[in-house]
Each structure stands twice: as C-alpha cells, then as structure tokens.
C-alpha cells in the first residue's frame, strides 16, 4: 500500500473509540527509506495538537539522546503503537491496541528497517518480523525520570549508531 492512501486510512480510522476525543490522528513521521523506526505508546496532548509524534518533552528528550549519539531525527521514522490520544494519557486498551496496530504493521512492511526500537511495555506488544532486529527499551518519559531507566535508555540507543 502506498504510504499516502495508508496514513489517509489512519486520519480516517474510526475503528475504535479514540478518535472521539482527539484533535486528529498522528500517523508518524520520517523518511520511507529510513534504517530505524523507533515506535512509543501514543499520542499526548501536544502530539495530538500538531499531529506530529513526540514533539512534546519526551520528544524533547528523545531528541537529545539521538543527537548524543549522533543520530539525526529526521532519518528516522518515528511513530506509535496506537495513533490517537488517550485522555488524561491513559493505557490504551486491548482493543484498541488490536484495532491500530495493522496500521503500524504496514508501516513497518512499507518501510523494511533494519532495526526497530520499541519504547515502553506497550510497543513491546508491536508483532515482530523475520529479518529486523527489535529492540525493547524503555519509554522516554520513564528515562527522563529515573536514573537506572534513563541509562538503559541510553545504552540502548548507543547500540543504534552502528545500524545508521
Ligand atoms: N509519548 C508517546 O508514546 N508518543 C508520543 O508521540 C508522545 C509521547
């Protein structure tokens, strides 16, 4: 499927109940052509306002630990498990989890990254693929706040330089 008619079909998705409180959907964003994809949970409020993933201060964080290690965002994909917000930032639900993650499949199908980082428990629930290399991490909001997760956090994304 072609990226455009894919992140059309996200825009649109009613498939389940969030995109009843949200502004709009956040597909994701990056290069097609992109080596990594890093995937969060979801939108939050300043994602939901934009429609652009991780622009709020976990975005903030995760930027800096990318330019640490010399990693460009922007030749990155960069995108979530579940494409709308949740209010008051809840754990998106099983299914709602179930009914999203197709589109993030694709995405993935669409793209063919070598690596893909999973950021927090519930990307981890991302259906792995033959052929990539999946990495669990933990989320950027939990390393902003505590040491022992910021340095996995860290570590990890020290091991992507060598993929790019
Ligand atoms: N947290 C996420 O998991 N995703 C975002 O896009 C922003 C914050």
Redesign the pocket.
Known sequence: MAVSSLNERIIQCKKCRLWQDSKQA?PGEGPLNAKVILI?????A??DKVG????????KFLNKVLAANGINREEVF????VKHLTLQ?RVPLPDEIAACVPYLCAQIDLIKPKVVVL??K??WQTPRRDDILFIETV???AAMRFTKMRQRFEEDFASLAKFL
């Open positions: 956040v969060g949970q979801n939108p939050g300043e994602e652009r993933p991780f622009v709020g201060r976990a975005g960069v995108t979530n498990i930032n950021m927090g519930i990307a989320h950027p909001s």
